[in-house]
């Protein structure tokens, strides 16, 4: 029973939600699990979800400036090409 992982180990939208000011937080109960950095890599290493929050991070650095439209739309492209192979 030790090594059984809680039915939340490994969702994105639970273990790093994005909150009420638009950006992704570690809720709480999180930071009281014994599992929660390897909880939160296998989240975001996950197919779907991890590309999701890649593109998340580019939009992000897009609106901030930090990037332009044309490396903004070549890593979107991208993010998409490994979204749709995975599929």
Known sequence: MKNKM???YGNLDIVFPIGANGLRNTPDSCMQCL???DCLRQA???KKSGLKLQEEYVDRAYNAGMIGFLTRWSKKKQINKLINKRK
Do not use: F, L, Q
Request: net charge positive; aromatic share 0%.
């Open 6 to 8: 809680p039915e939340c």
């Open 35 to 37: 599992k929660k950095t």
């Open 44 to 46: 975001m290493s996950k």
